[in-house]
């Protein structure tokens, strides 16, 4: 199975400052098609997660553009330009390319 | 708008089986593969399976193989994630989501315990 890496798994950041994840699968993530298969998820507190950005970089409806996903291959981050409060909860990445799909651990975003 | 209804919370005994079913509105359920994902109580996301409606054709990660069956009804648009030999570990909330997770159903939280 591909085991996807995201670091820091807690973060605690000051409302309007900057926020960035990594995320590292053990295989590369570029399918034959071109495509690259990484998902960002954000699951808030007592809810199903979300879906925030798709094919690495490109951002699912509605989502602020305070968000943005980047990288290629293996390594990925997410970014969140300024925090808000509304920000909070558990941010996962998953490949979505080889079965069985695989998560990452989740990354726990806190405000300061 | 895609909206995925889950069946409501269940509590089983260790040993028995469980099945939650999800029901899709919206677009077009046989075109598109429904996957299902768990979390155990304050842990991460975790892949089970999936399941192509329109082939009839599932997946399954193979830590469930043989104890895992996702299937789907296109009459009434509504696929299931049924669990066997269930233990006390497979507390859990179980979700169903479209391929890519763009639509997620509400979770149903199935507690094994004797």
């Known amino acids: 199975d591909i085991v996807m890496t995201q670091t820091p798994l807690s973060l605690s950041v000051t409302p309007g400052q900057p926020a960035s994840i990594s995320c590292k699968s053990s295989q590369s993530l570029l399918h034959s098609d071109g495509k690259t298969y990484l998902y960002w998820y954000l699951q808030k507190p007592g809810q199903s997660p979300h879906l925030l950005i798709y094919?690495?970089?490109s951002r699912f409806s509605g989502v602020s553009d305070r968000f943005s996903g980047s990288g290629s291959g293996t390594d990925f981050t997410l970014k969140i330009s300024r925090v808000e409060a509304e920000d909070v909860g558990v941010y996962y990445c998953m490949q979505g390319i080889h079965l069985p799909n695989t998560f990452g651990q989740g990354t726990k975003l806190e405000i300061k | 708008q895609v909206q995925l209804v889950q069946s409501g919370a269940e509590v089983k005994k260790p040993g028995s089986s469980v099945k939650v079913s999800c029901k899709a509105s919206g677009g077009t359920f046989s075109s598109y593969t429904i996957s299902w994902v768990r979390q155990a109580p304050g842990q991460g996301l975790e892949w089970m399976g999936r399941?192509?409606?329109?082939?009839?054709?599932?997946h399954y990660a193979q830590r469930f193989q043989g104890r895992v069956t996702i299937t789907a009804d296109e009459s009434t648009s509504t696929a299931y994630m049924e669990l066997s030999s269930l233990r006390s570990e497979d507390t859990a909330v179980y979700y169903c989501a479209r391929a890519g997770g763009d639509y997620w159903g509400q979770g149903t939280l199935v507690t094994v315990s004797s």
């Open positions: 399941i192509i409606p329109i082939l009839g054709i599932a």
């Open positions: 094919e690495v970089s």
